[in-house]
């Protein structure tokens, strides 16, 4: 698929999929796959059973400024109720393992509930790409098989800074599952931001680079797409958010195969993400 027909497509939305009650994702025609490979990002059908509108009730309740969640401390860089510098966005962002300590139980069974779309999503990947399955498990240092790290974060805007919602960056991760109800996202095709509309009753998937990565050798690899946010004004209603990172584990490996289950390549998380650090600095 040539740059020029992402475009054209891009305007007419992004592809749809939807998760099966097997735990499959499926798009309705095999072009929109192919699209949705190709550009690293596309919408997904709120699945059945997926409790949204409580998770995004606690998210809006962040901004009470007597808002006990607001409190919770900070672990190292990553966690806690975090305002990002440089950009507009603050947020509360919690790894898998301490979801229970902090948020409340349906929170909690909430990100559950996002983890098992997260693993559907990569395993379709992983599918498609030809890798044997006998080696997604070791592919994805586990997040195939609901190991590997999960951060489940309620994001909203800072109006009062001038910056970029969020400067254009790439995701580290395996998949990305945004929750986002208005305007502003905008992703790189060609060179050139694109708006990606909101679609009521759907959910915004993007790809990252630990599974490009992983995908790297296979038959169908996979991009991680550059996007942004655009900067919120103080006119506009708070922009509010929720978003799940299906990560690997920091600490873990990550591996290449081929379609034959030959090892191809192999890094430490921690390695991948040094290097894409030391990379991506034009996106800063």
């Not at 509108?53 to 860089?77: C, N």
């Not at 948020?103 to 559950?112: E, H, L, M, S």
């Not at 070791?138 to 994001?155: C, H, P, Q």
């Not at 995908?215 to 004004?233: C, D, I, N, P, Y």
């Amino acid at each position: 698929m040539t740059g020029n027909r992402q475009a054209v497509l891009l305007c007419e939305g992004l592809p749809v999929a939807s998760v099966t009650e097997a735990q499959r994702l499926v798009f309705p025609r095999s072009e929109d796959l192919d699209q949705a490979w190709a550009l690293g990002i596309f919408y997904l059908k709120i699945p059945d059973g997926l409790h949204l509108e409580g998770a995004r009730q606690f998210g809006r309740g962040l901004l009470e400024v007597d808002s006990p969640y607001r409190k919770i401390p900070k672990y190292g860089d990553l966690e806690g109720f975090i305002a990002l510098e440089n950009n507009q966005q603050t947020k509360l962002a919690l790894c898998r393992h301490h979801w229970e300590q902090h948020y409340p139980a349906d929170i909690t069974q909430f990100g559950r509930e996002l983890d098992r779309v997260g693993i559907a999503i990569i395993r379709e990947v992983l599918h498609q790409a030809g890798i044997p399955e006998l080696l997604w498990e070791r592919a994805t240092g586990g997040y195939s098989s609901g190991a590997g790290t999960a951060f489940l974060n309620f994001v909203h805007y800072d109006t009062r800074h001038p910056d970029l919602g969020l400067r254009p960056h790439t995701d580290y991760g395996f998949v990305t599952i945004l929750d986002a109800t208005t305007p502003g996202l905008q992703i790189n095709v060609n060179g050139q931001f694109e708006d990606v509309p909101v679609l009521p009753g759907h959910l915004v998937v993007n790809f990252g680079e630990a599974l490009h990565f992983v995908t790297a050798h296979s038959e169908r690899s996979v991009g991680a797409v550059v996007h942004r946010v655009l900067s919120q004004k103080y006119s506009d209603p708070v922009r509010h958010g929720i978003v799940y990172f299906a990560n690997p584990d920091l600490e873990g490996m990550l591996w290449q195969f081929d379609v034959k289950g030959q090892v191809k390549g192999s890094s430490s998380v921690q390695d991948l993400f040094t290097l894409l650090e030391t990379n991506l600095t034009e996106y800063r």
